[in-house]
């Protein structure tokens, strides 16, 4: 394994160096309040629930092995606390999709906002991200989680199987499964039927 | 569907991915080459693929983010004990000379202070530790920040008695 410079933080945490832990909330605190946007839709409630992985990290770092990446350990805590808060059911299912635009056209992913977007632009962008959250909110958890996973964070399926407790061809399917929801769901946005 | 067509199903997304190698790849992409249905499948994942990297990212955290947070670590995690209560605990503390030790014990133990404070008081008394190699020889620096403080008590604050 490449060396860590996270894993060194945190063993330096371990053996008591504060200013090492907050380097590790300042570089990943954010990022995790993202991840665990994935999860619930209210910023406030995200940012509690960003908040309390890193406590528990805290609280738990005797528990840390160098033997894994730090990532696969925050995520792994990161994803256990968010199942673990849709599961008390606070957080259902939106209703059906709203197919295509206002106006009826279909979406081009391309006219999605950048650094500079424009009003028009911006609502799009708030309505896809509306789409993608009531697709994610209707997967079962072990697909949404390794779907976010996978596709919003980026890690590779060897990471992602380490973070679920799983196996690499069980993290391909689940990805898979959902790929092929996400795919049905989102359609209307590519202005193409739903083939998968 | 056929089996071998459903088996390539559940390869789509792994071949997307870039997560298929050698064999397994060369057998999946030979599939694709005669079977119109399972292209029409992995172009729709590719176009889902798209459209979802162009989704914008969720929202950023209201300002004070970070301070929020280290006021919650403040309330809730517990305190570490500072390096003049663990010093002041340490069963080879006699090392230390009295004077020193008194002048630590009343600074460091029950003090609910800031470390900067405490560090600051004990700036104000360096001269009753006589011996920093005997501090710094106790097993109580635990920490870069401990390391920190044996070395430059003398030049924390500006006030010497």
Redesign the interface.
Known sequence: MAPDPDAALML?FQ?????AF?AL??KH??AT??FC??FVKD?AR??EL??DV??KL??GADRYRPSARFTTFLYRIATNHCLNEVRRGEYRARPELDPGSEDGAPLD??A??GPAATPEEEAR??A??RD?DAMLARLPEGQRAAFVL???EGL??EEIALVLGTTVPSV??L??RA??T??RA??H??G?G??? | MSRADRHVSEELTALLDGVLEGDARTAVEAHLAGCAPCRAERDALARALAVLAAAPPPPPPAAGFEQRFYARLAREAPRRASFLERLAAHPLRWLVPATGLAAALALGIGARRTGEQADLEVARHLDLLESYVEVASLDVVESAEDVDVVAHLDELGGARP
């Not at chain 1, 053996?15 to 200013?19: F, P, Q």
Request: zero cysteines; proline letters at 7%.
């Open positions: 330096a053996g008591g160096d504060e200013a907050r909330f300042e605190g954010r309040m993202a946007q994935r910023p995200a940012e960003a908040q890193f406590l805290h609280q992913p391309d999605l906002p962008g708030n896809l991200s993608v996978a596709r919003f590779p399926y391909k399917s990805v898979h790929t092929v996400a795919a989102l359609a946005w590519s193409k739903a083939d998968a």
